[in-house]
């Protein structure tokens, strides 16, 4: 019989604490797949707990997927038929053996996979929702399917009118949404000198003019942005307020303020894009709060639940609404039924709520151990947020440095991608928390990086 013991966090109530240590348990393999949960009755004795507050935390495990109940028999750990769910994220994570720190996607856990296939079932156990999937509907998205997008949002802290907003197949489907309806070829567009290079080649695409607006610890220099305005001022200005993607700098109150004066003074058309996202009291004012007639707001589930979803929202104008509706229609008529449903089922599920509890605590834990092994390259990282930006020490160029890390397995970004227009390059790289499969292969990342920047430029030089 086990002899396995939780360590129970500190946050929530007690039920809630041992069924996230039994799914930490499993998750860390201390618990095996086919291993017995200990009897109700003696775990309850060993916890000081009563059997009632033992019954609802191994119900919390089944429904989440983590155990299965044998009658007269006892709880055992699930043979997990999603087993394949783990391979795959260990080739896509780890990368044929890289520590993947690259690209910005959510810490990998399984309640993800449960959450979808709670989201699947339940659709499918329902002939009506089964068929509306496969219909056409309005691009938009249904009035139910706003209002849960919403509701979502609003239990985020994000915009939450049903009215506004437009469901989209992503954030970056949001941005090109966006340049394809507010501006017309070689109009200029502004944003942070270093922004999300998705709306960069967004930008490229849609022959738009970049104006790079520079940018320091407070987001972007608003002063500078009245200067280039009062020569000639952008249509739009694209930006990430609360977290700037790769930076992390946060924009101040006052420039937030002054942002919205200057865009009022110019007739620009602000875009919000708040994808990255950070828990509620990490933010500061949204636009789309101080100017909601000039702010389209961007939010996606991507950071948040999963990226392969391609499920977002646009918060618009009133006035906007008609020509971005008629501009998704000329794109694709609407985005896939089915996968707005499943969306909309997925955010739904408290499964949602512990995926987002468990990564917000994930990333602050990965954040702590990449701000401790880099301190002595003063690295740059709001809390809350799952990348970090990290200056190189003079001499090292971030393209060889790169190249040495690819050599010895980790994966980063260099700046390159994040300059608009043509911009100067910062020698500094862009380390994303969240992919490494387990915070050993983050550590060992980590390590590795250390390592690569305390050698002479001249040896990583001879790597590239
Ligand atoms: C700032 C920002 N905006 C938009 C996106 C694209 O999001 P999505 O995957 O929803 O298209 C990303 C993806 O990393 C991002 O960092």
């Given at each position: 019989m ?8 500190d ?8 069924a ?11 618990l ?7 009897p ?5 004795d060993?916890l ?5 507050t ?11 997927g ?11 750990v ?6 394949a769910?783990?391979?795959f ?39 009506d ?13 249904t009035p ?7 509701a ?20 970056q ?8 309806t ?15 290079p ?6 490229r ?5 970049q ?5 320091d610890e ?21 930006c ?14 006052s420039?937030?303020?002054?942002l ?42 991507s950071?948040?639940?999963?990226g ?10 009133a ?18 039924p ?6 909309c089922?997925?955010?739904?599920d408290?499964a ?9 605590d994930?990333l602050?834990?990965r ?7 880099l ?11 799952s990348?970090v ?5 003079e ?41 490494p ?24 030089w001879?790597?590239?």
């Open positions: 086990t002899i396995w013991t939780p360590q129970l966090g946050k929530g109530p007690r039920y809630r604490r041992i996230d240590a039994i799914m930490a348990a499993i998750q860390s393999g201390e095996a797949a086919g291993e017995r949960l200990p109700q009755r003696r775990l309850a060993q000081g707990v009563t059997i009632g033992i019954s609802r935390a191994y119900a919390e495990a089944h429904q989440q983590w155990v299965e109940s044998r009658v007269g028999s006892g709880t055992y699930r043979h997990r038929d999603d087993e769910t783990t391979r994220r260990a080739t896509r994570m780890v990368n044929d053996g890289m520590i993947d720190m690259s690209m910005s996607f959510p810490p990998p856990h399984s309640l993800r996979a449960t959450g979808l296939h709670n989201a699947l079932t339940r659709l499918c156990a329902s002939a929702a089964m068929q509306a999937a496969t219909d056409y509907q309005h691009e938009a998205g139910e399917q706003r209002d849960c997008m919403a979502w949002q609003g239990r985020l802290g994000l915009p939450d009118d049903p009215q506004r907003l437009l469901i989209t197949q992503g954030g489907h949001g941005i090109h949404l966006v340049l394809r507010l501006v017309q070829p070689g109009e200029l567009v502004a944003a942070d000198a270093l922004t999300y998705g709306f960069v080649c967004a930008a695409q849609a022959h738009l003019r104006l790079a607006v520079p940018l407070q987001g972007m220099d608003v002063e500078a942005l009245a200067r280039l305005c009062a020569r000639q001022p952008p249509r739009l200005l694209y990430m307020p609360d977290l700037n993607n790769p930076t992390g700098a946060r924009l101040s109150e420039r937030r303020h002054r919205v004066e200057i865009a009022r003074e110019h007739d620009i058309w602000l875009v919000e894009d708040a994808v990255q996202y950070l828990p509620p009291h990490q933010r500061g004012t949204a636009l789309i709060e101080l100017a909601p007639e000039r702010t389209l707001h961007i939010f996606s589930t950071k948040v639940l999963a392969g979803l391609r499920i977002g929202t646009l918060s618009v104008p006035q906007l609404q008609e020509r971005l509706c008629a501009a998704l229609r000329s794109q694709s008529w609407m985005v896939p089915l996968m707005v449903q499943a969306a089922h997925w955010m739904e408290p949602g709520q512990s995926l987002l509890d468990w990564q917000i994930e602050a834990a954040r702590a151990l990449a701000l401790e092994h301190a002595a390259y003063q690295p740059r990282s709001q809390p809350g947020s990348l930006w990290l200056p190189l020490p001499g090292q160029r971030s393209s060889q440095v790169q190249a040495a890390l690819k050599q010895s397995g980790v994966l980063v970004s260099t700046a390159e991608p994040f300059c608009m227009g043509s911009e100067p390059v910062p020698q500094a790289l862009r380390l994303c928390l969240g992919p499969a387990s915070r050993e292969l983050l550590l060992h990342g980590l390590e590795t990086i250390v390592a690569t920047l305390a050698k002479p430029p001249e040896a990583n001879a790597t590239v």
